[in-house]
């Protein structure tokens, strides 16, 4: 054991240890630095884009003045997750100059939506590139550092489309569902060693790029989930420090969340007659309306209907694409 790894693996219990947070300039993992900084811990923060980035740090600089009384004590990554290159000489270069995080977060993320029969194969493969490739090139990482430390936490953010198959969302659940079988095979591997693994499925979260994405979303499923809703992130980000404390695996946020994980567990059929139901609604009554085909149930066998590249989203609502 190195003594760069005794140096920042400690009890949790005494707050000490660093906290590393990948997606930290938006959305789900910007309300989770916010947390961490304001008790001070030590931050490791990576997101794509360096503006964001910095001024991430800038507030939480503001929030808590440890971090401009001791500025090793926050370090900011400028990183795709999705290139495993970078990830693998950025993130070590981070331990090797910081130690081994405590904890791992990994928020980062994209939302492309669309019916799969006119989704392009790039637009929906993104979803998978960065929500499941990123995660594992990232846990590929920082788990043998924590393993040999033998201790360390590795939280993975997935969705409630990472349980729920959700009408329009085949790229993202796809993603998700992966995420979750993932993090499900990684804790049965890291518990023996001293390693707890945790995975989040949050709902709809009140973020910059939640409208967007809303707008994207094809009738079917704002019937479905358009009358869910939102959560403040704030709530979500405290929901998941409580399961993170509590050393949960499963940290569903959110009661209409608990209740379909429930339902999907152990009676899908009802789930599926419920969610049939819904779609079938949807239709019957664009066929009242008088649109054999109105926007939002257009041809899918319409190349003309793919959704643009430049339409991605990550949960801060921002372009992923170039």
Known sequence: MTAGITANIQNRATGAGSVMI???SSGIGLELARHYGRIGKPLVLIARNE?????????????NSIYSDSPGSMVTVSLDVADTDAVNQQLNQAVQSHGVPE?????????????FLEMGADYFNANLRIDLDGTVNVCRVIAPHMAKAGAGHIVNIASAAGFLGIYGYTGYSAAKFAVMGFSEALRFEMKPLGVAVSVVCPPDTKTPGLEV??????????????????LDPRLVAKKIVRGINSGRFYIIVGATSKFYFRLKGLLPEIFFAIVDAQIKDVARKAHKNGHQQSAALHDITSPSACLPEQTALNRGGYSTCN
């Open 22 to 24: 990948t997606g930290a």
């Open 51 to 63: 503006e964001r980035l910095a001024k991430t740090a800038d507030e939480l600089m503001g929030l």
């Open 103 to 115: 904890l791992l977060i990994n928020a980062a993320g994209i939302v492309n939506v669309g019916r």
């Open 213 to 230: 994405e809303r707008s994207a979303r094809p009738a079917e499923t704002e019937a479905i989930a358009g009358g869910i809703t939102a």
